[in-house]
């Protein structure tokens, strides 16, 4: 099944990754950057583009988000492309993970077979996330 991820979607999961993809300076700054945007998306803010610009910023959060996105035109424009011999196994229809604390916007997605679900980067490093299930939006 295809979905319908979005720039957004990419932001929150890839909150998740940073430390892995980039020095620790980095993923500090580009961590906190990537919060406030998600925010201000959070209380209805148009911050689209602004969050592909953070994300096409260094060639592995530009990687990440184009695997995650799988679409040729979201980040292509910006001259990525996947490198050749990349065999990684990406699933299709990514699982949906969500932090079971009240009010806590963090989501993820589990891109890979075998990925480790973290913990929530808002309640590192108490809790972890549960997957998402219609009920668990009511809660
Ligand atoms: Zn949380």
Redesign the pocket.
């Known amino acids: 099944m295809i979905q319908d991820l979005n720039i957004i979607d990419a932001g929150y999961t890839i909150c998740f990754h940073l430390k892995e993809l980039l020095n620790s300076t980095d993923a500090e700054t580009t961590g906190s950057e990537l919060k406030k945007l998600l925010n201000r998306a959070q209380s209805g803010e148009k911050v689209n583009s602004q969050l592909r610009e953070l994300l096409k910023r260094s060639p592995e959060t530009r990687k990440w988000t184009y695997n995650f996105l799988n679409t040729e035109e979201e980040i292509t424009r910006g001259g990525f492309k996947n490198p050749p011999g990349d065999s990684t196994q990406y699933i299709s229809g990514m699982k949906k993970y969500i932090?079971?604390?009240n009010g806590?916007p963090?989501y993820w997605y589990r891109q890979r077979v075998g990925q480790e679900v973290p913990k929530?980067?808002?309640?590192v490093p108490h809790?972890d996330l549960i997957p998402y299930t219609k009920e668990s939006e009511t809660v």
Request: hydrophobic share 30%.
């Open positions: 932090c079971p604390e806590c963090a929530c980067f808002n309640h809790v």
